[in-house]
């Protein structure tokens, strides 16, 4: 049928210190084939972090340059810090028939549904503000103030769940993993079906 089907495009997102990354990096482990794009951003480098693997870390005045000449496909302000998809490496991965995981915050990933549709979003979730604070408080990468500020976002981001196509709770790991690798697969397998 169709030979040039596109690959897609799945946007894991939710609150900082939900789990995210943890469930992307089980993800990519069991299935290397699914790319991951790396985001560009603002924010210094946490120790053990490398630029280009983790993030793409550059100054502010470059970010708001590449933002005015249209660079990003999406982009946000988060927690005094910019963050931004490469429109780029998103276009040219989908167009090559590569299956890419986006991994953004909320605001981001709802616009990346206003430009790009057919783009399957999945919305990680907390088992409670409580135990999220915990987590924020336990991994130590930032500051009790900007915990506090990465708190307050919380419970506006959680209010948007709606828009988002899946929604999971992280709260047993290994159950919160098996449901994520079901919806990806399940849509992978839908399209590989129309290729053929
Ligand atoms: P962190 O500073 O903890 O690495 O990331 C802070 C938040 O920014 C997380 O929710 C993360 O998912 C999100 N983020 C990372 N990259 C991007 C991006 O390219 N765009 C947007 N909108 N958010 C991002």
């Not at 084939?33 to 985001?39: C, K, N, R, V, Y």
């Not at 951003?41 to 972090?49: A, D, M, S, V």
């Not at 399957?120 to 915990?134: D, G, M, N, Q, V």
Request: aromatic fraction near 8%; proline fraction near 4%.
């Amino acid at each position: 049928m169709n030979q040039v089907q596109k690959g897609s495009l799945f946007v894991i997102s939710g609150p900082s210190g939900v789990g995210k990354g943890t469930l992307v990096n089980l993800l990519r482990a069991k299935c290397p084939e699914i790319a991951l794009s790396t985001s560009v951003t603002t924010r210094k480098p946490r120790p053990g972090e490398i630029n280009g693997t983790h993030y793409f870390f550059i100054e502010k005045e470059v970010f708001l340059y590449r933002l005015k000449h249209g660079d990003f496909l999406e982009w946000n302000e988060f927690a005094k810090n910019y963050y931004g998809t490469d429109r780029n490496i998103v276009e040219t991965a989908v167009q090559q028939g590569h299956n890419l995981l986006l991994e953004i915050d909320v605001k981001g990933a709802l616009q990346v549904k206003e430009k790009k549709p057919e783009a399957i979003l999945i919305f990680i979730e907390p088992p409670s503000l409580e135990e999220l604070k915990a987590r924020l408080f336990k991994r130590k990468t930032e500051s009790e103030r900007e915990i506090q500020e990465r708190l307050s976002i919380v419970k506006s981001e959680i209010g948007k769940k709606h828009l988002f196509d899946y929604s999971i709770v992280n709260d047993d790991l290994e159950l919160a993993f098996s449901e994520l690798e079901n919806i990806i697969m399940n849509q992978i397998n839908r399209t590989e079906i129309y290729k053929k």
